[in-house]
């Protein structure tokens, strides 16, 4: 049996330039994604497991986790291609601001533009930073920040 190396899809860290934006797809929320997170983190706040509760909140109804839309936004970006075989590590979150909240059913992508490239030669790539805004269906932010990601060059 032959085993081959899948192509690259992403782009080497040289092809990243300041300004470039891309959109990833979108991704409605659901109750198995809530209910998931929940189990998996242990956070099980009435706000968004509670749906009576949730309804006299200042939400007026349950809401994702934060740390859920966050999770799914890593993914997404992931799904624009841009870093599919060639990100190495994804570094650390410059800012984050949680700006309002994600609903069972919305349905977020994200919009990412490159700010920043620095050369790290002793990786065999360098760091991208990434402007992140996490919007859902009706044009709303309601996530925003910064990430640094490191990217391997070309062979």
């Known amino acids: 049996m032959t085993s081959t190396i899948p192509a690259v899809r992403g782009k080497y860290f040289e092809e990243f330039e300041v300004g470039q934006k891309m959109i990833s797809p979108g991704r409605t929320i659901t109750e198995s994604d809530v209910v998931g997170f929940a189990g998996l983190s242990g956070d099980y706040n009435q706000i968004h497991t509670d749906a009576q509760y ?73 760091s991208v930073i990434l402007q992140m805004y996490v919007q859902n269906q009706d044009g709303d932010t309601v996530m925003k920040g910064s990430w640094t990601t490191l990217v391997m060059s070309k062979p």
């Open 54 to 126: 949730s309804e006299n909140s200042p939400f007026g109804a349950r809401v994702a986790h934060g740390l859920l839309g966050l999770s799914i936004a890593s993914g997404l970006a992931l799904r624009t291609g841009v870093l599919e075989g060639t990100v190495m590590a994804f570094r650390e979150i410059n800012t984050w601001k949680f700006i309002k909240p994600i609903y069972l059913g919305d349905t977020i992508h994200v919009e990412m533009e490159i700010t920043a490239t620095k050369a790290l030669r002793g990786v065999g790539g360098g």
